[in-house]
T-cell receptor, first 112, second 114 residues
Framework: SQQGEEDPQALSIQEGENATMNCSYK?????LQWYRQNSGRGLVHLIL?????REKHSGRLRVTLDTSKKSSSLLITASRAADTASYFC????????????FGPGTSLSVIP | NAGVTQTPKFQVLKTGQSMTLQCAQD?????MSWYRQDPGMGLRLIHY???????DQGEVPNGYNVSRSTTEDFPLRLLSAAPSQTSVYFC?????????????FGSGTRLTVV
């Protein structure tokens, strides 16, 4: 079963608005990562937040992590049409070997 | 150009045929993984490797084999293709899953099994 679950599955906003996507996961993690995928392309890494961190920023991106609720959120501020893409969270599980497990993703449409 | 190279980009197979999806990276990454992406399912981990000679199963390993004889290459073999293996396959690599720069992904192989 998948470790991460994004919410909502799809989101449509106007250019200039903020977009918030959420990710919930099931077990303890070492870190949580967010990726972007433009249609038909490979995924691009956006940001990583470790289990001992609560918030990180990168440009217009803000990520929070609440390990007590096993959830994370990705906020994109002042969205642009170019932000239209699918966004995935991925969790890193430190077990006997190292796995990175992805959720099903949120499809974001930014309307000009 | 540094990155992850996947070949072929497109492939059509008949049921029962075998084939190998190639993945190569030139960044000296230790960690490499294969994922498949199906509509509404996100990416599911097939197999992964933490270094040359070391591989392990992911979430959906059945029907696939891997080996890692060099740091650069991580081929994925389909033993006997089935229509359920129709998907887009992505290879990804990183120095370590806990590094801030995350995984680098290839551009994918779109596989259709008829």
């Amino acid at each position: 079963s998948q470790q991460g679950e994004e919410d909502p599955q799809a989101l449509s906003i106007q250019e200039g608005e903020n977009a918030t996507m959420n990710c919930s996961y099931k077990t303890s993690i070492n870190n949580l990562q967010w990726y972007r995928q433009n249609s038909g392309r490979g995924l691009v890494h956006l940001i990583l937040i470790r289990s001992n961190e609560r918030e990180k920023h990168s440009g217009r991106l803000r990520v929070t992590l609440d390990t007590s609720k096993k959830s994370s959120s990705l906020l994109i501020t002042a969205s642009r049409a170019a932000d239209t893409a699918s966004y995935f969270c991925a969790t890193y599980l430190k077990t006997s070997y190292d796995k990175v497990i992805f959720g099903p993703g949120t499809s974001l449409s930014v309307i000009p | 150009n540094a990155g992850v190279t996947q070949t072929p980009k497109f492939q059509v197979l008949k049921t029962g045929q075998s084939m190998t999806l190639q993945c190569a990276q030139d960044m000296n990454h230790e960690y490499m993984s294969w994922y498949r992406q199906d509509p509404g399912m996100g990416l599911r981990l097939i197999h992964y490797s933490v270094g040359a000679g070391i591989t392990d199963q992911g979430e959906v390993p059945n029907g696939y084999n891997v080996s890692r004889s060099t740091t650069e290459d991580f081929p994925l073999r389909l033993l006997s293709a089935a229509p359920s293996q129709t998907s887009v396959y992505f290879c990804a690599s990183s120095y370590h899953p806990d590094r801030a720069d995350g995984y680098t992904f290839g551009s994918g192989t779109r596989l259709t099994v008829v």
